[in-house]
């Protein structure tokens, strides 16, 4: 048996504070099991998202501990951000990732957030895959109104929190968790400084307004670059493959005579993710992920380990 | 400190009595720190090619095993195949993949071959990166011959092995061993039936008759599909990546009015050859093979090695 790897991408709602930032980072540190993959704490955004990879036991624990660090030291009455937020501890996303299914991540998120709401006092809605009601599903709606909007509207049925009382915590509001697909962060420029031009593409291509499914997308300018960019989440790449959301955003520029200059993954991404993309363009054949050899020696490390064993 | 690893892809002439093949098989079979990705028996060629990866420590006694078998079953006196040789271990070439350099390789290719000498009795002569005469790194010219022409040429200085007395083992022949980089075996189908484009295109992109550099090639026809095939080995895919056969192909294919219809990986590749073609095709930009999931957990598991602990 091998052993089940998840990611998480737990948001906080501090981005400013150095000290604060690696209380919150620290439980994440030298844990066996549970590796920190990234940290970006943004200023402007006044948030941190950190990228974990690696078994739910040691991440589940370490997010009790920088949970309970962050109910400590953010205080939501005072913070100032660009960013929508309802708590202290934003979000917490789930993502099934080997040897784990979604459902099993539904299980997980649903358990651990009455655990969360146990030991830190923080109430908690459940959203995408995890969600209890469908209108839950969208983040951006139960996110509606931000802390302050919410620290009334609260006491709303519609609103009320999945667990605890319906009333958020004094500092640290409430806690989105749940569990989604393996999000790609992805961006595209265009070699146009025509912002219009990004917009009519993101337009094309997002699922919102027609284009592909599972993709969302928004344009932006590079004004340093002289660029526009189509900047897209890619919130399902096995329905749709990143050379799919490439060609396309190709062919639309195409339209306006403009050129595709370079695309950019941020953060991390699955292997399969990049090698569909290579098998299209190769024109592949038969091609099993099996035949990359490191995969193969990743599985082989999976397989030596006991489900008892505490390795990751 | 991670583990070395190497892959190791044996070469035996025996391609057609089963129980043989498992002979040869087995000793590389549920080993610790040696894994068996492969092994393909040809009839035709009457040859049996292993593909292993591992630790060197245990590929070596496993190879000291298989070629003790190969030397009791195999004799050449008798051994008929389409496929060159001069031994009954044929080739064992020793390719680096992770945490060890060519020059190491070199060093355990040529200490291997004194030990496979003394424990089998067959002699040995060393080729590519750990060729000792620089007329030796290629294969075909030690191989000149056959095990037949050998038999008597061996006597000459210029044929003499690198190891052992100037004479062949009776039945068991002589053994090639070295070090070179990893070998991509990659086929272009083309959507033709005459094999003239096949070899015209062999010609124009393999190193031999101008072409691309590190990169070797025929024409072939697969005349039950009525198309024909440019069979490639590609030497150093750092050197000539996937993409930019595959393009220089398409275009040499287009000038015959010819399509390119598929491409095949023979056996296993790097993760590096394909996640270069990706980054190619999509334009990725500041792409880093860290930012790969599977990628970053593996290096994970090499780093949680001691050095002297038994793992892969």
């Not at 549970?34 to 997010?63: S, Y």
């Not at 080997?98 to 459902?103: D, G, L, P, V, W």
């Amino acid at each position: 048996m091998s052993a089940p790897l998840i990611e998480c991408v737990p948001n906080f709602s501090e981005g400013r504070r150095p000290e604060v930032i690696e209380a919150l980072v620290a439980p994440f540190r030298n844990r066996r099991g549970c590796a920190l993959l990234d940290h970006r704490a943004d200023a402007d955004h006044n948030r941190l998202v950190i990228t974990l990879v690696g078994r739910p036991e040691p991440i589940k624990e370490a997010l009790i501990e920088a949970a309970k660090a962050a109910v400590a030291y953010i205080d939501l009455e005072t913070h100032r951000g660009g960013h929508p937020r309802i708590g202290a501890v934003d979000v917490i996303p789930f993502v099934p990732l080997r040897n784990i299914t979604m459902a099993d991540c539904v299980t997980l998120a649903r358990d651990f957030g009455e655990r969360y709401y146990q030991e830190t006092g923080v109430p908690v809605y459940f959203y995408e895959e995890a969600a209890l009601r469908p209108e839950r599903r969208q983040l951006e709606k139960i996110r509606q109104g931000q802390f302050e909007g919410l620290k009334t509207a609260v006491s709303d049925p519609a609103r009320r929190p999945d667990v605890g009382e319906p009333r958020l915590h004094p500092t640290a509001g409430a806690t989105v968790i749940g569990a989604r697909k393996f999000l790609i962060a992805f961006n595209v420029n265009l070699g146009t400084a025509d912002i219009e031009v990004a917009r009519k593409i993101a337009r094309a291509v997002r699922a919102s307004s027609g284009g592909l499914g599972h993709v969302k997308g928004i344009g932006l300018a590079l004004k340093d670059r002289g660029l526009v960019q189509v900047s897209l989440n890619i919130v399902d790449f096995e329905k749709n493959a990143l050379y799919r959301v490439v060609e396309l955003i190709r062919m639309e520029a195409r339209r306006w005579g403009v050129n595709l200059v370079e695309t950019e993954v941020y953060g991390v991404v699955p292997a399969a993710a990049l090698l569909d993309s290579a098998a299209y363009y190769l024109q592949l054949s038969g091609f099993d992920p099996k035949q990359v050899v490191e995969l193969r020696l990743l599985e082989m490390e999976e397989d030596r380990e006991s489900p008892g064993k505490e390795t990751l």
